[in-house]
């Protein structure tokens, strides 16, 4: 069983340790050393894990033309099916990581699972998010108060 659950990201919170777990799971379970590496490196104003509203989360990666990060829609379509396999198990999948460290606040790790939380009816879910830019850090505290 992993130890990058929901519950042990919720734990690093509570402990002030979130940072420390974000890293461990880009640099392990996540696969992600670049954001890792990113995410140590830049300077941001705020950072929590909070429920977040899916539809307020935007995609900068997948199958489409027009994404950032294009992606083959078979590898796609079958990572997202692994995830909804995972969530019809009862599951609690990993927090999705969303910054602004680019082009206004977007996931940038968590893409698959968040379309598998779509898929399967949710309409929010536990969110890491690194800001750096006030205007953002607003909006997004204003998202959370529609949850």
């Avoid at 979130?18 to 590496?37: F, M, R, T």
């Avoid at 099916?81 to 999948?93: A, S, V």
């Avoid at 779509?118 to 800001?131: L, S």
Wanted: proline share 3%; net charge positive.
């Amino acid at each position: 069983m992993s130890k990058f659950t929901l519950e042990s990201a919720i734990e690093a919170k509570n402990k002030r340790g979130l940072h420390q777990w974000v890293i461990e799971y880009l640099n392990d379970e996540g696969s992600n050393k670049k954001l890792s590496k990113i995410l140590t490196e830049e300077k941001y104003i705020w950072m929590d894990l909070v429920e977040y509203p899916l539809n307020q989360l935007k995609r900068v990666m997948g199958p489409e033309k027009k994404m950032l990060f294009h992606e083959d829609f078979k590898k796609w379509d079958r990572r997202i099916e692994h995830f909804i396999r995972c969530i019809n198990k009862g599951e609690l999948l990993p927090p999705i990581i969303a910054t602004d460290f680019w082009n206004g606040v977007h996931i940038s790790d968590g893409t698959h699972r968040f379309e598998a939380l779509k898929k399967t009816g949710h309409k929010k879910y536990w969110t890491i998010f690194y800001v750096k830019n006030e205007n953002n850090k607003q909006g997004v505290l204003s998202n959370i108060s529609k949850v």
